[in-house]
Structure formats: structure tokens, C-alpha cells
């Protein structure tokens, strides 16, 4: 008999993900369903999708899954978990979803506390539609409507999500983290298992941003893209903790 | 049970209430507001969820979660605040969730003003936001009506998993009238083996409004309009008013209704043969009291009477199909019609052909 | 016969609730009512008012747009209805606030000093109340001992001690234009 010591997690369905080649979706897909699993609440876990390349989520995660309209998902997940308080909620939504269209719902919901958990996926470019320009591009790359680079006089500026939510009351856990490498990866999976806890003991809203690479879109290969994501994204997204629980603050 | 006297926007707080309903997400407008303040206390004090959004489009969406995770949810609003939510009302027509969505009409287009109008008929009853679907439209005309007719939205909700739309007017909503609150009857929230509210150990929902497929989709837009069509034989809801022998019949909903049914009455003083049809439904429609009334063959014109520039006429031509003129009278922008003005109208049409 | 008044102040003065009374009242004697406010942003600063429709036949429009009976509290409350009230119509006036006179000579007018009285009263707040107790008394659109015994309904809890006040600022309103009536009679 051998032992078994890598197998998919029950979380995630047994199905080909659609992404593209060297996009890190599929791994926080399944680091999120990893962390489910782990934490043992597969059966009351409820997610919301979101408009953009994780609009299939729906047919990656095992539980039970809302497709929420653009930006709105954090909505949708307040009004689940406030007609279903013991269950497990989370939010999957990237850039455009998050910090454009749908911010003054997450805003809302972390000032709220809402005991929910939100994966915020920064890739910083717009993927489904077409590699449009995102909240958070940085200054000068170049996408799709802003081909000549983005120029801060006539795009303004990005948007730094986990410096601003560090500032809400209702935000109990915020933090950046990024799945370039394996060692951050492992460090990502522990972020995300920190979201889950946090909303499981009742502390208020988390937030995780993960810094992802969007080869396609970028125009780079996969090891490019993950170097680039390293060396512009981290640059301007500094990684770390922003927020944590008050009680751990205290320990620290 | 004694009469207590009642506003129209608590009037539909406490109907809700009743009918079991115990989650409400809402944004401030006027003039709907008190339906907020009174839920606000009430919901409390049955053990529900009272929760003030952050704008229409959360409000919506809640809505849309607490609906997918099988709560019996409501929510309130008026022009400007229910155009923010169509977005959120097109997935939850898609998703097939129930709910009740309140709408105290507001003077329009624009931010237009707080006095009662009639001009969303065309947004509630086509239904509103983008996609083919359609959500059952409920006017009530008097505060009474209000509370019995927001336990059958509930009923209707459940019975189609569909949005139910509400339709009054600042009006309705502000005013008060005595009320008949009978004992609280037993309310049943049936299982809702479709709501996605954890596995817990049972098959995986999905409350799904995507469907990237067309082949899908089209078999979804089928299976919505196979509801819709079933909607339209079985829920037609109106009231006839002095139609039998009624050579004009007048046609009116909510609050012009009312206006009417003075203008029938004083016609019918003087001798003249006026009706009405209140539709209930205005959606679906309700062809059959035409059909009705035109087998009767008394009836030379219908009259539709409406605060708006029109909009309700299209449905009655639609009905009414040629046999007979449809013609028309609206005041609009918060103006009332008056009795007196309807009169003659009426007059205008009886009268011209006598000597 | 009265079946339409509109009551008419400015905020705060109870104007509202004493609407409320009146279609209580109603209720009580069996007859339709319906009670509208002004609302919104016309409830800023401006008047406050209520139109109530009491009547034996059910009500089409609550609007009161022609009041049968106008009762004013204040002086941009007269400026602003003077002209609406029907030919042959009542207006009742607050004259502590209201220091002119009515133009109309096609409807009747009364005076009373409902503040005047009310403080004699020892509760300037009642003054509603009895400017009501005459409208009551004047137009007979209810009766006094219906409005009494609502008073109990529209009152919120904390208030209900005050039932004893407001029911002699009825009163007190209502015994004003007796003289009227003994000299019809006389």
C-alpha cells in the first residue's frame, strides 16, 4: 500500500480549468479549496463569483456558489451571510470587479464587518474583456485603452486596495500577498487560511489581495510574466500584513 | 379586530411581517421612506434583519444573496433608486429567486420630484432592466389592499420563483386609512431544495446567471417564458366597477383608480353609463376583463386614465385590439387627475353624438 | 354637510396628529376616512398640513385640494389655503399667530386664540387641540366624544399622561363659540 500525499482537494471539481498558460488563477483556486478542506467546512461553505476570468468559479468549486453581477458580489455575500450567520462566506473578485465597478460595495461591506472573506485578485489589467486598462495599473504599462502607456494626467492613479482598507474599522485582517514564487505561494495559502479563520471566529471582514500574472495579456511569457509581476507589481503593491485582529496585535 | 388607521408605506412593512418575511435591505428615497423606519423597529422585534445599504445597487443584491440562500427577503424604493436596481432585478429574474421589490413611484424623468405619479408603468411591466423576463406587477389602490396584496406577492413569489413588483405612488404610500389587521395567520415557508446554502452533505447549487452557451440560453429563455405564459392564463387580476350596462368604461389603476371610482359614481348620478376596470395585475394584464366587457356589447369607448403621458394605454389597445376606440387622459409630473376634468372628458365622448 | 378639512401650521405644531384625531374619530363613528400629509422636502421649514376626508360613501380621491373646512395655526398657512377653501366654506383661525384678517367675504370665519387659551391652560402645546375642539364643534364633521376617545390612539406611549390635558384643550375649544349657539337658539 502506498501512501496517498498529494490528491485534489474535494473542494474543487474534477474539471480542466479554462485559463490560460502561466495565468495563477488555477493556483489560487485551488489554494482557496485547500484551505477549505483543511479547515474542515467544505459542507457550509457557500462562494460568490465575479464578473471577469473567474466568472467560471462556479464550475471549479465544489460548494455551493452565487454568480453575482459585476462589483457586486460583497453585496450578495452580505445578504447571505446575514439570512445564513453559521455558514462560511467568500468572495472571489478581481481588479476591474473589486476596486472599479464594485468599490463602494467591498468599501461598504468591510466598514459593515461584514464576517465575510474576500480574495481580491490584482492582476492589474482587465483579462475577459480584453486587456483593458484596471484600477490598479501601474503608471506607465501599457493595455489595451491605454496604448501608450498609462499616463497619471489622463488616467490618474491606481489604486492601492490594502493601504486603504487599512484605515476601515470593520476590517479586522488585510494583507498582501503574491503566488509569483513557491515560497510566496505558501505564504498566499497562509493568508487565505487567516481569512477563513478570521471570519470563522467571528472578528469581522478580511481581505486578501493576491498579486497575479496575466501572461496574455501582458504579452510576456509565463516566466516573464512572473518576473515582471516580481519586479514592477510587488514594486508599487508592497507585500505584507496591513491589518491583523485586534487581539494578535496586542501579542505582538 | 378593531380598524386601526394605517399609512401606506407602514402598510406594506406590516404586511410583509406578516407574511413572514424577515429580512429587508434598503436605501432612503422619498417618498417610500417610512416603509424603511417602520421596518426598521419592527424587524427586531420579530427577530428579522433590518439592514440600511449603502445605494440601491446593494440593496438589490443583498437581496439577491439572502433570496439564493432561501430567506424570504423585501425591498423598497422609488423611480431613480428602482432604476439602480434593475441590474441587480435582471439576475434575480434569471437566478429565479423570489422576492418583493417595492416601488412608490416618484414625479420623473430625472430626479423630477417626491408628488405621485403613475410614469413607471412602462419599466415595471416590460420588465425593466435588460434580457427577456418579466416580473408580476401588483397595484394596489387603497391602504387595505396594500396589506393583503403583499401576502399574495409573497404567495406569487414562491409559487413562480420570480420577483414580484409592487407598484404605488407617493400618494398611496403617505396617506393614511383605517385598516382591518385580521389575527396573524400562520405563515409556511416551503423547502427550497434550490437555495445554495451550504451542501451540508447534499448536492451542490448554483445560483447561476450566466450562461455563456446560446444553446443554453436559449433553453433557459424558454423555460422562463413557458413561466411567464402560464403567469398570463392563471394570474389576471382586476376589478370591475359598474361595467355591466357601461357605454364608456374607464380604466385606471392605484391612485387614479380612486379618482375613478368618485368620476363613476357621480356619472352614474346623472345618468350616465360609466364604468371601470382597475387592473390589479399589470402584469400580466388583465385582456380577460376586456374580453368580457366587449362580449356584453353595451360598451362605444374605454377611456384610460393615468398619471402619466400614456403609457397603460398601450396595454389596453393591445387588449382591446381594434374592437373599440381606447382614448385617453393623464395629468403627469405629480399633478392629480380631478374628478371634474375626468367628467368631462367622459362627457366629451357620451355626449358628442346626441343633439 | 362637512366631509373634507384641511388642517394647516407650521411643524411642530401638532398639526398632524390632530389630523390623526379627526380620523380616528371617524373610524370609531363608522365612517371612511383617509388622512394625507404634506411630504418631503415641503415639510421643511414651510407648513405643515393635512387634508382628512370623513365621509359615509368611500373615498376616491384623499386629496383635499377644496377644503369644505380650512383651520390655520399660522399666518403662512392662511396666506397659502385662504383661497383654496370652498364658497360658503369655514376657515378657522389661530389668532394668537395670525394677526391679520381673512379677505374672503364668501366664507365664514372664526376667530379663536388657541394659544392664548392653551397657556392659560398651562400647556402651550395644546393649542392645537383646541382650535380642533372648535373645528369640531363648528362644522360637527365628528363628534367631541370620538375625538376623546382617540386621543388614547394617537398619542405615543410616553405621552399617554397627557390624555387629561388635551382632553380639556378640546373641550375648552369647543365650549368657545358656545355663546354662538345659545344665541342661534335664543
Same mark, same amino acid.
Request: glycine share 10%.
Given at each position: 500500500m502506498y501512501k496517498k500525499v498529494f490528491a485534489r482537494p474535494k473542494a474543487l471539481e474534477?474539471?480542466?480549468?479554462?485559463? #490560460?498558460?502561466?495565468?495563477?488563477?488555477?493556483?489560487?483556486?485551488?489554494?482557496? /479549496?485547500?484551505?477549505?478542506?483543511?479547515?474542515?467546512v467544505f459542507e457550509q461553505t457557500i462562494g460568490v463569483c465575479p464578473v471577469g476570468c473567474a466568472?467560471? %468559479?462556479?464550475?471549479?468549486? %465544489? #460548494?455551493?456558489?452565487?454568480? /453575482? %453581477?459585476?462589483?457586486? %458580489?460583497? /453585496?450578495?455575500a452580505t445578504g447571505i451571510k446575514r439570512a445564513l450567520p453559521d455558514r462560511v462566506v467568500f468572495t472571489y473578485q478581481g481588479d476591474g470587479d473589486l476596486a472599479a465597478i464594485g468599490m463602494g460595495e467591498i468599501v461598504h461591506a468591510a466598514a459593515r464587518g461584514e464576517k465575510i472573506s474576500v480574495f481580491f485578485i490584482n492582476n492589474s489589467v482587465y483579462g475577459m474583456t480584453g486587456g483593458q486598462m484596471a484600477p490598479t495599473t501601474l503608471p506607465g504599462q501599457v493595455t489595451t485603452t491605454t496604448p501608450y502607456g498609462r499616463d497619471r494626467e489622463i488616467n490618474g492613479n491606481p489604486v492601492r486596495v490594502c493601504e486603504m482598507f487599512s484605515v476601515i474599522d470593520g476590517a479586522a485582517y488585510v494583507a498582501r500577498v503574491s503566488v509569483h514564487n513557491p515560497a510566496n505561494i505558501i505564504k498566499t495559502k497562509k493568508a487565505i487560511k487567516k481569512a477563513f479563520q478570521v471570519q470563522l471566529s467571528g472578528l469581522g471582514f478580511a481581505l486578501v489581495e493576491i498579486l497575479s500574472a496575466c501572461p496574455t495579456n501582458w504579452g510576456l511569457s509565463p516566466a516573464e510574466a512572473l518576473n515582471w509581476l516580481a519586479e514592477n507589481l510587488i514594486a508599487y503593491y508592497p507585500l505584507g500584513d496591513f491589518k491583523i485582529p485586534k487581539e494578535e496585535a496586542k501579542n505582538v | 379586530m378593531a380598524k386601526v388607521l394605517?399609512?401606506?408605506?407602514?402598510?406594506?412593512?406590516e404586511g410583509a411581517i406578516r407574511a413572514g418575511c424577515r429580512f429587508y435591505f434598503g436605501y432612503p428615497i422619498t417618498p417610500q421612506s417610512e416603509l424603511a423606519h417602520f421596518l426598521a423597529k419592527r424587524m427586531p422585534e420579530v427577530g428579522g434583519t433590518f439592514l440600511q445599504a449603502e445605494s440601491e445597487l446593494a440593496s438589490i443584491n443583498m437581496v439577491f444573496g439572502a433570496a439564493g440562500a432561501g430567506a424570504r427577503v423585501m425591498t423598497s424604493s422609488s423611480g431613480p433608486g428602482i432604476s439602480l436596481m434593475q441590474e441587480g432585478i435582471s439576475f434575480i429574474a434569471c437566478a429565479e429567486l423570489p422576492c418583493v421589490i417595492v416601488n412608490i413611484m416618484r414625479g420623473g424623468p430625472g430626479l423630477g420630484n417626491i408628488a405621485p405619479v403613475q410614469s413607471d408603468y412602462f419599466q415595471a411591466?416590460?420588465?425593466?432592466?435588460?434580457? @427577456?423576463?418579466?416580473?408580476i406587477v401588483l397595484a394596489p389602490s387603497s391602504v387595505q389592499e396594500i396589506i393583503d396584496l403583499v401576502w399574495e406577492a409573497f404567495v406569487l413569489a414562491e409559487k413562480y420563483l420570480n420577483p414580484i413588483l409592487m407598484l404605488g405612488d407617493g400618494l398611496l404610500g403617505q396617506m393614511m386609512e383605517p385598516v382591518e389587521l385580521d389575527e396573524e395567520k400562520e405563515f409556511f415557508i416551503p423547502l427550497r431544495p434550490w437555495a445554495a446554502s451550504g451542501r451540508m452533505g447534499g448536492p451542490k447549487?448554483?445560483?447561476?446567471?450566466?450562461?455563456? +452557451?446560446p444553446e443554453e440560453a436559449e433553453k433557459h429563455n424558454f423555460k422562463l417564458n413557458q413561466k411567464y405564459k402560464e403567469i398570463e392564463v392563471k394570474e389576471q387580476r382586476w376589478e370591475n366597477y359598474q361595467t355591466k350596462d357601461a357605454q364608456l368604461v374607464l380604466v385606471a389603476f392605484g391612485t387614479a383608480a380612486r379618482v375613478c371610482k368618485g368620476v363613476v359614481d357621480y356619472c352614474r348620478e346623472q345618468g350616465l353609463p360609466v364604468g371601470l376596470i382597475r387592473p390589479i395585475t399589470l402584469w400580466p394584464f388583465p385582456d380577460k376583463a376586456f374580453d368580457y366587457i366587449l362580449s356584453l356589447g353595451t360598451v362605444r369607448y374605454f377611456l384610460s386614465v393615468e398619471m402619466s403621458t400614456g403609457q397603460m394605454i398601450e396595454d389596453i389597445r393591445l387588449a382591446v385590439d381594434g374592437r373599440r376606440p381606447v382614448h385617453f387622459y393623464g395629468r403627469f409630473?405629480?399633478?392629480?387627475?380631478?374628478?371634474? @376634468? +375626468? +367628467?368631462?372628458e367622459v362627457k366629451k365622448l357620451l355626449l358628442k353624438e346626441e343633439p | 354637510m362637512f366631509e373634507q378639512v384641511l388642517l394647516a401650521g407650521f411643524g411642530g405644531q401638532g398639526i398632524l396628529s390632530a389630523g390623526q384625531l379627526l380620523a380616528y374619530a371617524g373610524i370609531l363613528e363608522g365612517k371612511y376616512v383617509t388622512w394625507v400629509p404634506s411630504y418631503g422636502a415641503e415639510m421643511r421649514g414651510g407648513t405643515a398640513n393635512c387634508g382628512v376626508t370623513i365621509s359615509n360613501r368611500s373615498i376616491s380621491s384623499p386629496i383635499v385640494s377644496d377644503p369644505e373646512a380650512l383651520m390655520v395655526m399660522n399666518r403662512p398657512s392662511l396666506e397659502k389655503f385662504e383661497q383654496n377653501v370652498v364658497t360658503n366654506g369655514l376657515i378657522v383661525v389661530n389668532s394668537s399667530l395670525i394677526n391679520c384678517k381673512v379677505e374672503r367675504k364668501d366664507v365664514q370665519v372664526?376667530?379663536?386664540?388657541?394659544?392664548?387659551?392653551?397657556?392659560?391652560?398651562?400647556?402651550?402645546?395644546?393649542?392645537?387641540?383646541?382650535a380642533l375642539g372648535a373645528l369640531i364643534f363648528l362644522t360637527q364633521i365628528v363628534s367631541l366624544e370620538a375625538v376623546m376617545e382617540s386621543l388614547g390612539k394617537v398619542l405615543p406611549p410616553h405621552h399617554q399622561k397627557l390624555i387629561a390635558i388635551n382632553q380639556r384643550a378640546l373641550k375648552t375649544g369647543a365650549q368657545y363659540f358656545d355663546h354662538l349657539a345659545k344665541e342661534k337658539a335664543g
Open positions: 474534477d474539471v480542466p480549468f479554462h485559463f #490560460c498558460p502561466g495565468c495563477t488563477h488555477g493556483i489560487i483556486h485551488r489554494l482557496i /479549496a485547500e484551505v477549505i478542506e483543511e479547515l474542515n466568472v467560471f %468559479a462556479y464550475n471549479y468549486f %465544489a #460548494c455551493d456558489i452565487f454568480q /453575482a %453581477a459585476h462589483g457586486r %458580489a460583497p /453585496a450578495v | 394605517m399609512k401606506g408605506n407602514e402598510a406594506f412593512g411591466t416590460r420588465g425593466g432592466g435588460h434580457g @427577456d423576463y418579466r416580473l447549487r448554483i445560483i447561476n446567471t450566466l450562461y455563456i +452557451v409630473g405629480g399633478m392629480l387627475p380631478v374628478l371634474t @376634468d +375626468v +367628467v368631462k | 372664526m376667530y379663536i386664540p388657541a394659544n392664548k387659551l392653551a397657556e392659560e391652560l398651562g400647556n402651550n402645546k395644546v393649542a392645537v387641540n383646541i
